[in-house]
């Protein structure tokens, strides 16, 4: 990664909360660029002081390192008072806790639950906040507080890591159509795509992504921003999508189209791909590479996605040709004959593509089905068909002929035979 290719400002603006942080020192951990990583760092730094975030400060300082002057470097007395105010705070709001549930009044245990686990969520102390926010599940009174609930789990259980809780929870909180405007149903979406991408099932993920809808704007900006859901929606539909579901889906879908907007580039590609300009597509997926593996979420998926995309371009590349110059290919993929020809080898092994390479000429031969013969077969089998429709037709017909059937009399049952 160079210097200029990483805003790390731009970047981090379109984030709020702890994502903000949580991002900026995967980029510094990441990043092997000292400059992008020192700017990364201090901005971490900023944040979680600000946030008064004890957790994340010192997980900043750490990495900081003492490497930009004394201002930055671990400052135990600042941590000592943020964590005697917590501490201040944590057992006034446990107290009240206490004397709603004496009281036994549901609406004041629920927000209860609710002001220790926002407390829990802001000093970085998410199991407890996770925990917190599950309670108020049992004070939940009205379709909308057990939305909130979920958003709330939902929030916590992607920071912690838990994809299955925001998979169930998202599920739960859709099961209230009633109370889900625009905006939650939008956040729904977009919860449950990351959940599918963690969890390596792609086209659910881009299905989700592509159902978001542009009221998400920075509305969520404490998981996920808008121009995210384009580029992990793009590549997911490229890496998963057949050429018609492309076309439908992604192309022609308008909510979507305002997510490619925001990322030129992306929309960029997917019009390559589907155009068939596939070395250019690539081209613009290399280029976006390296930023792309300093996003948080998308950076164990790249490889896999990558190679699925190129994959596909070359099954497509391959379909409307008899035979193919692997010169004229190599050229088209921008890649070495040797390379291409080993990775069609692995293609035709694993039964991706019907064909056969001569290798001597750098030739590749698809294994087109005999139409001539194939046209015979369904002929015969229609005829056949046919033959056995007659014949029954003709056995039902001579039955009713000579009265060879069951009837009901009134009073009695007669079979004639």
Same mark, same amino acid.
């Given at each position: 990664?160079?210097?200029?290719?990483?805003?790390?400002?731009?970047?981090?603006?379109?984030?709020?909360?702890?994502?903000?942080?949580?991002?900026?020192?995967?980029?510094?951990?990441?990043?092997?660029?000292?400059?992008?990583?020192?700017?990364?760092?201090?901005?971490?730094?900023?944040?979680?002081?600000?946030?008064?975030?004890?957790?994340?400060?010192?997980?900043?300082?750490?990495?900081?390192?003492?490497?930009?002057?004394?201002?930055?470097?671990?400052?135990?007395?600042?941590?000592?008072?943020?964590?005697?105010?917590?501490?201040?705070?944590?057992?006034?709001?446990?107290?009240?806790?206490?004397?709603?549930?004496?009281?036994?009044?549901?609406?004041?245990?629920?927000?209860?639950?609710?002001?220790?686990?926002?407390?829990?969520?802001?000093?970085?102390?998410?199991?407890?906040?996770?925990?917190?926010?599950?309670?108020?599940?049992?004070?939940?009174?009205?379709?909308?507080?057990?939305?909130?609930?979920?958003?709330?789990?939902?929030?916590?259980?992607?920071?912690?890591?838990?994809?299955?809780?925001?998979?169930n929870y998202v599920s739960k909180a859709e099961q209230t159509p009633d109370t889900l405007d625009a905006v939650i149903v939008a956040k729904l979406r977009a919860a449950a795509?990351?959940?599918?991408?963690?969890?390596?099932?792609?086209?659910?993920?881009?299905?989700?992504?592509?159902?978001?809808?542009?009221?998400?704007?920075?509305?969520?900006?404490?998981?996920?921003?808008?121009?995210?859901?384009?580029?992990?929606?793009?590549?997911?539909?490229?890496?998963?999508?057949?050429?018609?579901?492309?076309?439908?889906?992604?192309?022609?879908?308008?909510n979507f189209r305002n997510f490619l907007e925001l990322v030129p580039e992306v929309r960029e590609l997917v019009n390559d791909f589907y155009a068939s300009r596939y070395g250019?597509?690539?081209?613009?997926? &290399?280029?976006?590479?390296?930023?792309? %593996? $300093?996003?948080?979420? @998308?950076?164990? /998926?790249?490889?896999?996605?990558? *190679?699925?995309?190129?994959?596909?371009?070359?099954?497509?590349?391959?379909?409307?040709?008899?035979?193919?110059?692997?010169?004229?290919?190599?050229?088209?993929?921008?890649?070495?004959?040797?390379?291409?020809?080993?990775?069609?080898?692995?293609?035709?092994?694993?039964?991706?593509?019907?064909?056969?390479?001569?290798?001597?000429?750098?030739?590749?031969?698809?294994?087109?089905?005999?139409?001539?013969?194939?046209?015979?077969?369904?002929?015969?089998?229609?005829?056949?068909?046919? &033959?056995?429709?007659?014949?029954?037709? %003709? $056995?039902?017909?001579? @039955?009713?002929? /000579?009265?060879?059937?069951?009837? *009901?009399?009134?009073?009695?049952?007669?079979?004639?035979?």
């Open positions: 990664v160079s210097a200029d290719q990483l805003d790390v400002e731009a970047y981090a603006a379109q984030y709020s909360g702890r994502t903000r942080v949580a991002r900026l020192l995967f980029i510094a951990e990441r990043c092997g660029v000292e400059a992008i990583q020192l700017e990364a760092l201090r901005m971490a730094h900023d944040e979680a002081r600000a946030r008064e975030d004890t957790v994340l400060y010192l997980d900043a300082v750490l990495k900081i390192n003492s490497r930009l002057g004394p201002r930055y470097r671990h400052d135990q007395a600042w941590v000592d008072s943020v964590n005697r105010r917590a501490e201040q705070r944590k057992e006034k709001l446990e107290t009240e806790l206490n004397g709603y549930r004496t009281n036994l009044i549901k609406e004041s245990i629920r927000m209860g639950y609710n002001d220790i686990g926002d407390f829990f969520y802001a000093h970085g102390h998410l199991s407890e906040a996770f925990k917190s926010y599950i309670r108020t599940r049992d004070y939940c009174t009205t379709s909308k507080h057990i939305v909130q609930m979920c958003m709330h789990v939902i929030l916590v259980s992607i920071e912690l890591g838990q994809f299955a809780h925001v998979t795509g990351l959940a599918n991408l963690e969890t390596k099932k792609y086209k659910l993920a881009a299905r989700k992504f592509l159902e978001t809808g542009p009221e998400l704007g920075s509305n969520y900006s404490e998981v996920i921003a808008p121009q995210d859901v384009a580029v992990y929606g793009a590549l997911c539909a490229l890496a998963s999508f057949d050429r018609s579901e492309l076309k439908s889906k992604v192309i022609d879908n308008i250019s597509c690539l081209e613009h997926l &290399e280029k976006l590479k390296p930023n792309l %593996l $300093l996003d948080i979420h @998308l950076r164990e /998926h790249l490889g896999t996605l990558y *190679n699925d995309i190129r994959h596909k371009a070359i099954i497509q590349y391959t379909l409307p040709f008899i035979s193919v110059d692997l010169n004229t290919m190599a050229s088209a993929f921008k890649s070495s004959v040797s390379m291409l020809e080993k990775e069609l080898a692995a293609l035709i092994t694993e039964n991706k593509i019907q064909a056969r390479i001569d290798s001597h000429n750098k030739i590749l031969y698809a294994r087109h089905a005999d139409q001539r013969n194939a046209t015979f077969q369904r002929a015969l089998q229609t005829g056949n068909e046919f &033959e056995r429709d007659i014949k029954a037709m %003709l $056995l039902r017909a001579n @039955l009713i002929k /000579h009265d060879f059937n069951q009837k *009901n009399w009134p009073g009695q049952r007669k079979m004639n035979l």
